[in-house]
């Protein structure tokens, strides 16, 4: 649990303290539905955003801050992250989430809905309680609307094949890094940071969400093409163009677009072929290029802030974050 | 449109207002989905929850009240009912809503999961810009986790022969009479009026919630059984076992409980059959005899308000609102 942190014992202490708290809030009339969600915030992943925003507010040197507010308020990112994968689960259909099965797949599309509304009650009971009368609460208003239109406009594109990198851009800063930028921000804000960091921070949050997806989106064109038993390309299969197969497009279109037209029926072989040729049309090296540029802009703008030893916390945290293996 | 309301058009002038405010505020970056959530509130059947926000802030003689805020707050209840019928639709797969095809029928589940999710934005922008820093974020918060946990226990009690009277009148508080009573509660307050009058709001929203239910419920084993081309018995061919069958029940275990095997499976001869026998073993006079029991709680509760204009039009209201033809 939670050893993607376990180098940094400040910040998995702080995680492990949201975890608790979300797990306490995740009371629901229905012991198996509360159980799964128990199951399912506790794996937790690398918890980025949570991880984020407390990066965020360790670079404010600052001792009144209200540990418990912060604590609250970490969960409440991680809140609504999990309602958005629980929604979005029911429309991918995924068997699996993090490892284990999906709200979806165990009680069906009915319970996932009213689960999935439920986490978000719990995600604006934890603004509320944290955030009363601040201009918090619309920004995060205003950032779920935007996650909300980012799902809307990847689903609208969904086996579209007049799609663009600049659409997918535009699909991956709601989806994605609307969400991170929000994380970082309210880090700095709420530990007491000024105008500038949080400038700073919401620009960062924003380079790092777009390098953590087009990463991910180049991970599901790279991994587990040589393991015969596990589906392979899922997010094109179900119609999701990225930013690999787009640039490929670009390079050829006539050499891709055939495989566009009707990715859900390739054979596995024929899927194996499509990914050879976006790597050899560049579209992987394209995408790499992309995301370590994106990284780059982050860093860069990390190294501006003041020095300080959670200055290099962030800086690493960050690279580490953002370094996969292809 | 509206024409409910059209013997009070002071009434039916603010919902307007509140129509057109939901209009203006269901913006989203897809025209399909766009338009067909304006027609869906435009439709807006009798807006009740506006309608009894209106009626109670009407109670309160106070000339600073801001109207433009009392006509968001009104917009943000039937926001919540609208996002909370949208997703209903997924688990119903129900074709119709409002007499127009539902968003999941017309768009397919997966929109309607987002499409859902984004009324509840607009719904939380409403509170945010009207509520921010004061306790009714926190009440509406509860509110939503009372109706999501309604529905749940609904869901869950679906197909179950077990489910009694009482289990229904807890279902139903949570799914109807909480957001009437908030709706009731919220004009109180918003137009300025006492403790005392938040109280008997509350109360008589309650009231006229459960009666609203029951009376609906009961609509389900009576309207429309001699129509042959419309589906009859919905509600109970899903496994919602409503007041009148559990009641009948009560009555006579041994009668109704074969019917309760498989309700789906069910011809419409048999389901004819059953409404006979529900309304023999006297489910329908038993649940009418409820209903009217809780009309007369609201009315009595209303009666003891003080006597104006707006009194005797919100007693006549309450009585239109919860008379219907049997």
Redesign the interface.
Known sequence: MLTFWQDYPEIQEKLEKVQALMAARLK???ED?QNALQRFTSRGGKMVRPALFFLFAGLVENEKVDEKKLTKIAASLEMLHSATLI?DD??DDSPLRRGLPSIESQFG???A??T???V??IY??LL??TM???EF??RN?KS??KI??G???Q??SAFNKENTARRYMKAISGKTAELLSLSCLEGAYFAGGDRQLQRSARKIGRSIGLAFQVYDDILNFTVGLDEADKPILTDFRQGIYTLPLLLAKEADEAAIMPYLEAPEQLSRDECLQFAALVTDLGGITGSLMIAATLTELALAEIRKLPQSRNREILEEATQILLQRNY
Request: without cysteine; charged residues 20%; proline residues 0%.
């Open positions: 629901i009339n229905n539905i929604h029911i429309i599309k009915d319970v809905v009213y999935g509304d439920f978000y009650t604006f009971e509320i309680e009363n009368g601040t609460l619309s208003a779920m609307k909300l239109q799902e809307l406009t689903m609208q």
